[in-house]
């Protein structure tokens, strides 16, 4: 017996696996869990829909197939997302199924993100992003970005043109999935809405190592707990020194982009110790989770796989726009791991990595079980990490 979610209003229950009223003993209502059977048997075909099948529950009564989906499915997550009066805010009322008119992405959807939103959205957490500037006037950034500087001015806190981002507007983008409001624009929620961001400026293109040592020393001055970095900067001892010094003496978590270029070589920072390495998946026309496999990177350094295709975030203007790969996916688990955070502050990369080794937090996309070059760990599982945390 497996939970099953209802995923249609009006839902017959019957004694029988037939369509004839006499067999009728029930209904059940959109957004409903039940245990059923994962075997089922045919029977007469429900209206509007060809699947003749129907799942049983212990007391042998059927329930159509076609009306039910499996909770741990990326359709069954949806249906108790929209079904949750308390998601009502980011989705269209008048018509909940349109993805497109949603203000979260589909990623907050199959991670579960809304989960902990019940008990935190990143409140007191800081988040450092590290990428191209920032746009936020009149985009869901607007009032999020505490401390705003670039490499040549580091000194200077005010959000100036130094700041600015460019086309494509990478810096917009990764800063809104991990901590856009939803209240400017009304358009985007990130991950953790309720976050505060610093914004650093890198002015080479290249991402210089040197550079972005020196950023993260300004960073972890500014109190940022977490550092997001969207990008392959190449490997250098002074950056691999301050990330290794952070995360040590400051508890500073780093996340990083896997690469987007399936090369099977280390990127950098990622590859460091005390960083994470973030790979990207995303959903296939069946709503199957698919390792993105021409647009992220694999090695032994891969630790987590994040949503990496068409995820919802800020535009440079009052619109919504959308980001990819393992920049968008990093950026996620920046997010993500800003609200653990926030629910369990002492939390470090070593605590992180030793959670995972010792509990089964994660699930593989291709149900190996184990650690693989290809997914890292997986993908937490947020039900798995609240009961951990005896959270429900």
């Given at each position: 017996m497996s939970r099953y979610i209802v995923i249609k209003d009006l839902l017959n229950v019957r004694n029988q696996p037939k369509l004839v009223d006499e067999f009728l003993v029930g209904s059940l209502s959109y957004g409903e869990e039940v245990e059923l059977d994962d075997k089922t048997i045919a029977g007469d075909i429900p209206p509007d829909s060809q699947n003749d099948q129907w799942h049983f529950d212990e007391f042998n009564r059927f329930v159509s197939a076609a009306g039910v989906a499996f909770l741990d499915s990326y359709i069954g997550k949806k249906t108790e997302f929209i079904a949750n009066a308390n998601n009502v805010t980011y989705i269209d009322g008048n018509d909940r199924e349109n993805e497109q008119k949603w203000k979260v992405s589909w990623g907050h959807v199959d991670m579960e993100v809304w989960r902990l939103w019940k008990f935190t959205r990143g409140k007191g957490v800081k988040v450092a992003v590290i990428d191209t500037g920032v746009?936020?006037?009149?985009?869901?950034?607007?009032?999020?970005?505490?401390?705003?500087?670039?490499?040549?001015?580091?000194?200077?806190?005010?959000?100036?043109?130094?700041?600015?981002?460019?086309?494509?507007?990478?810096?917009?983008?990764?800063?809104?999935?991990i901590g856009a409001n939803g209240l400017t624009a009304k358009q985007v929620y990130g991950v953790a809405p309720d976050c505060e961001l610093l914004l650093y400026k890198a002015t080479d293109e290249f991402y210089n190592p040197i550079q972005i040592a020196a950023i993260i020393q300004q960073a972890v001055a500014d109190g940022a707990r977490i550092v997001s970095m969207s990008f392959d900067c190449g490997d250098h001892k002074i950056l691999k020194g301050w990330i290794s010094k952070a995360s040590l003496e400051n508890n500073v978590i780093f996340v990083a982009s896997a690469g987007d270029l399936p090369t099977g070589d280390p990127a950098y920072p990622a590859s460091y110790t005390g960083c994470f390495s973030i790979g990207a998946y995303f959903l296939d026309d069946n709503k199957n989770r698919t390792i993105y496999s021409d647009h992220s990177n694999f090695n032994e350094f891969v630790f987590l796989m994040g949503p990496g295709r068409d995820i919802l975030t800020t535009s440079i203007d009052a619109n919504k726009a959308f980001h990819q790969d393992t920049s968008s996916a990093a950026a996620f688990l920046a997010g993500y791991l800003a609200l653990l955070i926030a629910l369990k502050p002492s939390l470090n990369y070593e605590e992180i990595v030793a959670m995972l080794n010792s509990n089964n937090l994660t699930d593989n996309i291709e149900k190996s079980g184990l650690k693989s070059d290809k997914e890292g760990y997986g993908i937490l599982n947020t039900r798995k990490i609240l009961s951990l945390l005896n959270l429900h």
């Open positions: 746009h936020n006037d009149i985009n869901d950034l607007n009032g999020q970005i505490k401390i705003c500087k670039s490499y040549v001015r580091l000194s200077d806190e005010s959000i100036d043109p130094n700041t600015r981002d460019l086309d494509p507007y990478h810096g917009t983008k990764s800063a809104g999935i």
